[in-house]
């Protein structure tokens, strides 16, 4: 009862720390010159909830502006690794500037480069300066190979730690043979919960042991990065089209090298229905295996970005109700929201992780499950 009681406490305290940071994270990127250095306009406001859905090349903590009316970003640069015509180039995501033209550049070694949209260009040699068409696409410059640490990979990595220190010390609390202490503990029911409502009744008693590795590691580390996404530290990770999509492509191959030959043969040559209909399911359930990973890795992506979405323009009220409710009602108005908000995001964090997990061990059970024709 006392663990419980001190468990929502902290989880209280978090979400609160969560909400307060939502609310008062609204400086942004984009400035009004005018008023302080504030986003006020509905354009601002979007572009500022678009750069922190989005990944990036440094890592941008808060903004704020000093007495001299200057917007100052606190954060910290982050490597960039990019494979160019010259080949490989590596460099600090701090040395990039704006050049006269306002485009984000920097030279390494006679190269020009430029982001444009997050993305990182290579200048056609002679170039100064990025020339866009109508449509705003660069004219002079082409996409490099980047495999730069970005602000998704940092979130990966700590997530990946995290987990690496957590299971650590639930493993050693097991070969001691003790009970689970610190992070064990809490660890415990979570990984017994995925193993007997996710893991057993899916796949069954037979074959449910060799996937609980790959359904424990993706059902944590969904969820940590989920939880991270609600942090101050900005991240939106699996609200990556990409990451999502890797996610789903393991457990479609895992489902694809693990089916039995009657999983294929439902598939290919559906059993104990006339052969005319056996070629025409045939093509459906071939479509219906290509739709599994595409259902997985939407879902996710869609409800994590939405939410993100959702909280930051609760927040971003506080700017827009500052002329008719002042500066502390607005405030008071936008906190109480963000509140209600992220209280629902922490569980849309555990329920999207528990729906991939759930989902994957569905699909894992399908394909090895054996089937009894007479």
Do not use: C
Request: charged fraction near 15%.
């Amino acid at each position: 009862m006392m663990m419980a009681t001190k468990t929502i406490k902290v989880l209280t305290a978090v979400t609160l720390l969560f909400s307060s940071f939502a609310v008062f994270a609204g400086g942004g990127e984009k400035t009004s010159s005018d008023d302080g250095g504030r986003v006020n306009t509905k354009e601002e406001i979007e572009a500022y909830k678009k750069h922190h859905l989005a990944d990036s090349h440094d890592f941008h903590i808060f903004s704020y502006t000093n007495s001299n009316n200057e917007r100052k970003h606190i954060g910290f640069p982050l490597p960039i690794i990019v494979w160019t015509s010259e080949g490989l180039k590596t460099f600090m995501s701090s040395e990039f500037h704006h050049d006269d033209n306002g485009h984000v550049i920097v030279e390494k070694d006679g190269l020009k480069l430029t982001k444009i949209h997050s993305k990182i260009y290579e200048l056609e040699a002679g170039a100064d300066h990025v020339s866009f068409d109508d449509h705003h696409h660069a004219t002079n410059a082409h996409k490099v190979l980047d495999f730069s640490i970005t602000k998704s990979i940092v979130g990966m990595l700590l997530a990946g730690v995290l987990m690496f220190f957590g299971f650590r010390s639930l493993g050693n609390s097991y070969k001691k043979g003790a009970i689970p202490t610190g992070v064990g503990r809490f660890l415990e029911p979570l990984v017994l919960y995925v193993r007997d409502e996710i893991a057993r009744p899916n796949i069954g008693e037979k074959h449910y042991r060799k996937f609980m590795g790959f359904l424990l590691t993706v059902f944590f580390f969904i969820w940590i990065l989920n939880l991270l996404g609600l942090t101050p530290l900005g991240f939106n990770v699996t609200g990556q089209i990409a990451v999502t999509v890797a996610l789903a492509l393991m457990t479609f191959v895992i489902v694809q090298f693990s089916g039995n030959k009657d999983y294929w043969k439902h598939i290919f040559w559906m059993p104990g229905v006339p052969v005319p209909m056996k070629i025409v399911l045939a093509p459906i359930e071939v479509l219906g295996m290509l739709t599994k990973p595409f259902s997985l890795f939407v879902r996710l992506f869609a409800n994590i970005t939405a939410g993100h979405a959702v909280v930051m323009g609760i927040g971003a009220l506080m700017i827009l109700l500052q002329d008719k409710f002042g500066t502390a009602g607005a405030t008071g108005i936008s906190f109480a929201l963000t509140l209600f908000l992220t209280l629902i995001e922490v569980l849309v964090a555990f329920l999207q992780a528990y729906i991939f997990t759930m989902l994957s061990s569905l699909f894992i059970g399908m394909a090895v499950e054996e089937h009894d024709h007479h």
